[in-house]
């Protein structure tokens, strides 16, 4: 059969879950709802290539009239892991598990999903997005905007999002160890976005990696460094 190999990885080389196909998962779960509904033909078409990634800890995001805030574990945790991008307007970013995926192919787009069969929050908007995973490379994150102010609770047994590879072809990952070679070449290119004014869109990304064969880089350290 016909495969697409999608490296992943975690920035912090945590022992992350391998993220699971979502039709499977809930063609084994009576709890969300009747299995029927995975049988029909459009909801099988949509869901396909669509994987579940779990967060690596329990968690509490808590937004108040005052900003963002956390009662679990410590600052440093905090710090590493909560991007406050907006904290008046509840906009936050968890960064746990840093979870990047890569393809050999030249263009396959990710997309950031919602898990609308699961639900996070109906306190809260999710913010989804989709990048060529072929030209680009960058972990994800779970971006939300709280509408009032709530907490949101994280379970390591519930999912954290979805990402969804926008291929008919079939999905095999493979997992790698990030080095700091990859690292620092990840870095080089996140340097750029605090040196203008713009904000750079996907194409000027996609365009460098091919002018400076990053990917080609990229290929080669994380082939050497699977699991």
Known sequence: MDEVVVYYGEMRNLPIEEPKLLLSDLSKNDEIFDKNIVKCPSVKNFLKNTFIVYPNSDYEIEYTLSGIKSSFYDQKFFDKNVLCRDNTKGFVSYKEPEILFFADENTLNLELLLPF?????????????????????????????????SVLQIFRENPLYYVKFLTTRKIKLKRFMVTKELTD???????????????????????????????????????????
């Open 117 to 149: 069969f699961h639900s996070l929050s109906a306190e809260l908007k999710f913010i989804p997005g989709v990048f060529n995973i072929g030209k680009h490379l960058r972990p994800l994150e779970l971006p939300i905007v709280f509408n009032k102010p």
């Open 185 to 227: 070449l990840y870095v080089n290119m996140v340097y750029l976005r605090g040196k203008t004014k713009k904000t750079l869109n996907l194409e000027f990304y996609y365009d460098l990696v091919e002018k400076i064969k990053y990917k080609k880089k990229y290929l080669s350290i994380i082939k050497q460094n699977l699991f």
